[in-house]
């Protein structure tokens, strides 16, 4: 055998790409399987009334591994240093930044991206939240090639999940992370091996999950019982629904709703006291409010809020904002 015939077979150069603790999950199983030669992530950042400095969960997860990590402010123009790594594969979960296009054209293998929805289906930041606030009874996973567009890329594969009646975002998170890792590990030696199938989106089918807002976060007593009861659910554990109740804010985490109706009632006007809640009037009927926190208090029941009542009569008729 002469040496020219001998095919010395590499590693892949792979870049991983994410910020969040969903993402960081995704990272971990490749870990499993796979070198990562670099992390990307968002910069650190002061959260919290102190405004300690925090990392992200994968820039944690590079450092344990001692894994390069690159933490550009602005990647549409900081994104020289990933290019000098040549990398073979691009990776992103949940990053939250724009890729240019330079990055995106660059690897011999593409680069992909790991989302959290059934594409088409709620393109864009949020998609965990809204498919329990948009009423969703199935969402999922999709492997996908990434273009300029946002999440419009081919399809690689999918898996669905089904949304539970009392699911929450923080529940289906878990759920979806761990479909996430697997359906990426299951897939990625098609894509290196470059037998993979690609489908185009059918653009007609598209809807969107912009990222949260804080006008999406306050409760409408105008709506119907159900798109209240989703929007409790959509949004716990972070950031929460919120209310207003003597002009402070009152988040509520859970709820649950009746068949009792109120037709001379105001909506979001206190209409009853039950053993696990408050009954709130809406659109169509009623809401009770089953888990709630009150500015700058821990989250507690329903229930323990009103044994600590004094008169209920006078809470009766109150109106929430």
């Known amino acids: 055998m002469n040496l020219e015939d001998i095919v010395v077979k590499k590693d892949p150069v792979i870049v991983f790409m994410g910020t969040p603790e969903f993402s960081a999950y995704v990272l971990e199983g490749l870990l499993e399987k796979y070198k990562i030669r670099a992390i990307v992530t968002q910069p650190d950042r002061p959260v919290g009334r102190d405004g300690k400095v925090s990392i ?35 990776i992103t979960c949940a990053y939250g ?14 680069c992909i991206n790991v989302h959290a929805s059934l594409l ?18 199935k969402t999922g996973i999709t492997i996908m090639y990434m273009n300029e567009k946002m999440d419009e890329g081919d399809i690689v594969s999918q898996k669905e999940v089904l949304i539970e ?27 290196l091996e470059k037998t993979n199938t690609r489908t185009k989106q059918e653009e007609s089918e598209a809807t ?16 119907t019982k159900r798109q209240i009861y989703n929007q409790i659910r959509g949004l716990n554990s972070w950031p929460g629904a919120y209310l207003l109740l003597d002009g402070k804010i009152l988040k509520v985490w859970s709820s649950r709703v009746t068949n009792e109706y109120y037709p001379d009632a105001l909506n979001g006007e206190i209409v009853a006291f039950y053993k696990d809640g408050i009954g709130v009037k809406v659109s169509n009927g009623e809401i009770v409010l089953t888990e709630i926190q009150l ?12 044994n600590g009542i004094q008169n209920k009569e006078q809470w009766l008729g109150k109106v929430l904002g």
């Open 56 to 90: 992200s969960p994968v820039k944690k997860i590079g450092m344990e591994n001692t894994i390069l990590v690159l933490q550009p402010e602005k990647i549409k123009i900081d994104y020289q240093e990933i290019l000098n790594l040549r990398p073979d594969l691009i």
């Open 120 to 137: 088409p289906k709620l393109r864009g930041g949020a998609p965990i939240h809204k498919a329990i606030m948009e009423g969703y009874t």
């Open 165 to 191: 009646e009392e699911e929450t975002a923080s529940t289906l998170h878990d759920k979806l992370k761990i479909v996430g890792r697997d359906l990426l590990l299951e897939v990625l030696p098609s894509i």
């Open 295 to 306: 500015e700058g208090k821990p989250k507690m029941k329903a229930s323990d809020f009103i």
């Open 208 to 223: 969107y999950a912009f990222t949260i807002k804080r006008e999406d976060e306050k409760i409408d007593f105008n709506r």
């Open 97 to 110: 930044q724009i890729i240019p296009k330079v990055l995106l054209d660059f690897p011999q293998y593409g």
